[in-house]
């Protein structure tokens, strides 16, 4: 689920953080950078790791900002195809359920990734699981099982103006996750305990 990836990178230190310790002040400015943040192709950054190398740093003509080359690795969050992770519902439409973690919410489960019998309830907007005459209900705000089957990933470079409104209707997130519950073990935990 989490992963290190190594990133070469130039840190600018302002003189308000000379007070503090270079590693101190170095990290402090990464994790500004990079923490909550997507990587296409990399994943959702969540803090530095450690830092591997810093450069003597060069003090900026004029503005005292220090600028240091510096190599580091960063904890992200990437999860690899068919990993089973724990998370909760928090919403179902007939298209299908959206899962989310507590630091990431960009996973849905299409209603076709879901166990065969599964139907939609649109008044009370909860799938409904019918097996041997019982109805198992993916409630919201559930814990669930699921397995990782995609990623997709959306590029959110800003547009030119003459393409702003329409694709700014329909915005999607940078990173998300296809999942499925169609296996013995994965769904609501709940099923499974006895």
């Given at each position: 689920m989490f992963i290190l990836t190594k990133i070469s990178d130039l840190?600018?230190?302002?003189?308000?953080?000379?007070?503090?310790?270079?590693?101190?002040?170095?990290?402090?400015?990464?994790?500004?950078?990079?923490?909550?943040?997507?990587?296409?192709?990399?994943?959702?950054?969540?803090?530095?790791?450690?830092?591997?190398?810093?450069?003597?740093?060069?003090?900026?003509?004029?503005?005292?900002?220090?600028?240091?080359?510096?190599?580091?690795?960063?904890?992200?969050?990437?999860?690899?195809?068919?990993?089973?992770?724990?998370?909760?519902?928090?919403?179902?439409?007939?298209?299908?359920?959206?899962?989310?973690?507590?630091?990431?919410?960009?996973?849905?489960?299409?209603?076709?990734?879901?166990?065969?019998?599964?139907?939609?309830?649109?008044?009370?907007?909860?799938?409904?699981?019918?097996?041997?005459?019982?109805?198992?209900?993916?409630?919201?705000?559930?814990?669930?099982?699921?397995?990782?089957?995609?990623?997709?990933?959306?590029?959110?470079?800003?547009?030119?103006?003459?393409?702003?409104?329409?694709?700014?209707?329909?915005?999607?997130?940078?990173?998300?996750?296809?999942a499925s519950m169609a296996q013995?073990?994965?769904?609501?935990?709940?099923?499974?305990?006895?």
């Amino acid at each position: 689920m989490f992963i290190l990836t190594k990133i070469s990178d130039l840190v600018q230190i302002t003189p308000e953080d000379f007070r503090k310790p270079s590693a101190e002040a170095i990290e402090d400015n990464i994790n500004a950078k990079y923490a909550n943040r997507v990587i296409q192709r990399v994943g959702l950054c969540i803090c530095m790791y450690d830092l591997l190398t810093a450069s003597e740093g060069l003090i900026g003509h004029g503005t005292g900002i220090v600028n240091v080359n510096v190599e580091f690795r960063l904890v992200v969050f990437r999860p690899f195809k068919g990993e089973i992770i724990l998370g909760r519902i928090s919403s179902s439409s007939d298209a299908g359920i959206k899962i989310r973690l507590d630091f990431f919410d960009d996973i849905f489960v299409p209603s076709h990734l879901l166990f065969e019998g599964s139907n939609f309830d649109h008044n009370e907007q909860v799938w409904i699981w019918e097996s041997e005459g019982t109805s198992y209900y993916f409630d919201k705000n559930e814990s669930v099982l699921f397995r990782v089957e995609a990623e997709e990933w959306h590029d959110q470079s800003p547009l030119p103006p003459s393409e702003r409104g329409e694709r700014a209707s329909r915005q999607e997130s940078s990173y998300a996750i296809q999942a499925s519950m169609a296996q013995s073990g994965l769904g609501p935990t709940e099923w499974w305990t006895d």
